[in-house]
C-alpha cells in the first residue's frame, strides 16, 4: 500500500474540516471546540490542534489528509505539522474564503508563514464561499496573484461537494499517483454524501452576528467602539469615558497621520498598554476602523488577530 | 546616550532607536533613510502618553504599526521616551524583553544627560 500525505491550511473558517470530511471515508479525526474568538461572526466550533481523514483511491494507494488550525494563536501546530506529522506531504492546498474583505491579504499571510514547506513542493489555492459571494472571481485571482508574483492554479470550490474538493486533490497531486480513476472515486464519495448543506462550519449567512457583538464576545475583550472611514465613532459599548476618551484620542492621531504620512504606508494599528491597565487599541482600514478595551493579559499578537478577523469579515 | 541606543540593536528586531524628551530628539541612531519614522514617532508617542498622563491613566507603552514597520514607544522615568523602530513582523515579546533588559542601561544613560 503507499500513502501519501496533503496538507490543508486557510484562515479560520475557510472550510478545511468540510473539505477534509467531504474526501474522508473515515470517520475524520477533528479537535473542534467552542468558539471563543472572532471566528463567533461565522460559526459556533472552530479546531484547535488538527483535522485528519485518509481518502483511499484504489486497493494499492491512499491519501492522509491533514487540516491546521486557522487561528495564528494555534501557531505551534503549524510548526508541528509542518516539520513532523505532514513533513513528507506531497503538497499543500490554501483554503481562501471568498467573503472575507481582503482574500489576498489571508493568502499574503499563508504563504509566508507556510514559505519554507511550500517551496519544496506543490501549493494550489482553492477558493471557498464563492456562493455566498462572487467576487472576487477567478479573474480578479489571476490577475492580482500574477501582480504578487504568485504562479500557481486557482479553484473555486465548494467544500461540501466531495468531487468538488477532489477535482483540487487531483490537479495537487494526479501527476505523483498515476493511473487512478478519479472520476470513479468522485461518484463514489458523492453517493455517500447526504444532502447540503450538512456542515457546522459553514455559515448560513453573512453577518448573523454584528461587528461590536462579536467583538465584546471575543475572549480578552472587554468592549469596544466601532468608528467610519473618518475614524468618527458610529456605535460603542465602551462605558468608561477615560477610556473613550483616549481611544478617540489614538483615531484622532491615526486620522491626522493618514493625512499627513499617506506616503509611507497605511497604518494599521495604533496600541497603548501598561502594567495593570486594559490594552487600548484602534484597528483600522480603508472603509473603517475598531477600538478595543482588551485585558492586559492578552497577547498583543492574538489581539492582532483576533480585530484583523472581526474587520476581514465586516461589512458594516 | 547613542551607545545605550545601539546596544539595542538586534538584526531583524530593532534596526534603530532613539530618546525622545520634551518633544525633542536627544539622540538617535535612526539612520537618514529612516528619518520619516523618526518624525511620526516623534509626534505620536509625545501626543498618546500626554494624553494618557492628563486623564491619570498609567499606560506606558504604544506600539504604532505603519506600511512595512512598527513603531514601539516606552515611556521612562522623568518624561523620557525610548523609540524602536521594527519590522512589522518582528516578535513583539522580544521586543519587550530586549527593552526590559535594558533598562538599566537605558535609565543611566537618561540620567547622566
Known amino acids: 500500500m503507499k500513502d501519501f500525505k496533503v496538507l490543508f491550511t486557510g484562515s479560520v473558517a475557510s472550510g478545511k474540516t468540510t473539505a477534509i470530511r467531504s474526501l474522508s471515508d473515515i470517520d475524520t479525526v477533528d479537535t473542534d471546540a467552542n468558539v471563543s474568538d472572532s471566528a463567533i461572526r461565522r460559526k459556533r466550533t472552530t479546531t484547535i490542534a488538527m483535522d485528519y481523514g485518509v481518502l483511499e483511491l484504489d486497493d494499492t494507494a491512499r491519501m492522509h489528509l491533514y487540516g491546521t488550525p486557522g487561528q495564528e494563536r494555534f501557531k505551534f501546530m503549524w510548526e508541528l505539522m509542518m516539520s513532523d506529522l505532514a513533513h513528507d506531504a506531497i503538497g499543500m492546498i490554501l483554503l481562501v474564503d471568498n467573503t472575507r474583505k481582503d482574500p489576498f491579504r489571508d493568502i499574503k499571510f499563508y504563504l509566508e508563514e507556510f514559505r519554507d514547506f511550500i517551496v519544496r513542493r506543490r501549493m494550489i489555492i482553492a477558493v471557498t464561499h464563492s456562493d455566498l459571494r462572487a467576487e472576487p472571481d477567478l479573474q480578479h485571482y489571476q490577475r492580482v496573484l500574477k501582480d504578487m508574483g504568485v504562479f500557481t492554479t486557482v479553484m473555486f470550490i465548494d467544500a461540501r461537494v466531495p468531487s468538488s474538493v477532489l477535482g483540487v486533490l487531483q490537479e495537487l497531486v494526479g501527476t505523483e499517483v498515476a493511473g487512478l480513476d478519479w472520476e470513479g472515486i468522485g461518484a463514489r464519495l458523492d453517493s455517500k454524501q447526504p444532502e447540503l448543506p450538512q456542515e457546522d462550519e459553514e455559515p448560513a449567512a453573512l453577518n448573523q452576528v454584528p461587528l461590536l457583538q462579536a467583538a465584546v464576545n471575543t475572549r480578552g475583550i472587554t468592549s469596544a467602539m466601532y468608528l467610519d472611514a473618518e475614524r468618527k465613532i458610529v456605535d460603542s459599548t465602551i462605558k468608561s469615558e477615560i477610556k473613550k476618551e483616549l481611544l478617540c484620542s489614538m483615531a484622532n492621531l491615526i486620522s491626522a497621520l493618514e493625512k499627513k504620512a499617506a506616503f509611507m504606508g497605511s497604518i494599521d494599528n495604533l496600541v497603548l498598554c501598561g502594567e495593570g491597565e486594559e490594552t487600548l487599541s484602534v484597528f483600522v482600514d480603508t472603509q473603517h476602523a475598531l477600538g478595543l478595551c482588551s485585558e492586559p493579559n492578552l497577547t498583543l499578537n492574538v489581539l492582532k488577530q483576533q480585530a484583523a478577523d472581526l474587520l476581514q469579515w465586516s461589512n458594516e | ?113
Open chain 2, 1 to 113: 546616550m547613542i551607545a545605550a541606543l545601539k546596544q539595542l540593536h538586534q538584526p531583524g528586531l530593532i534596526q534603530a532607536a532613539c530618546f525622545l524628551r520634551n518633544k525633542e530628539v536627544e539622540a538617535s541612531t535612526f539612520e537618514a533613510n529612516d528619518r520619516n519614522y523618526q518624525t511620526i514617532a516623534r509626534q505620536a508617542f509625545t501626543y498618546i502618553f500626554h494624553n494618557a498622563s492628563r486623564v491619570g491613566a498609567n499606560h506606558n507603552e504604544s506600539h504604532l504599526e505603519i506600511g512595512h514597520m512598527r513603531l514601539s514607544g516606552f515611556l521612562m522615568p522623568q518624561g523620557w521616551i525610548l523609540v524602536c523602530l521594527s519590522p512589522k513582523h518582528s516578535n513583539i515579546q522580544l521586543l519587550r524583553e530586549v527593552v526590559k533588559c535594558s533598562q538599566k542601561g537605558l535609565r543611566a544613560a537618561t540620567e547622566s544627560a
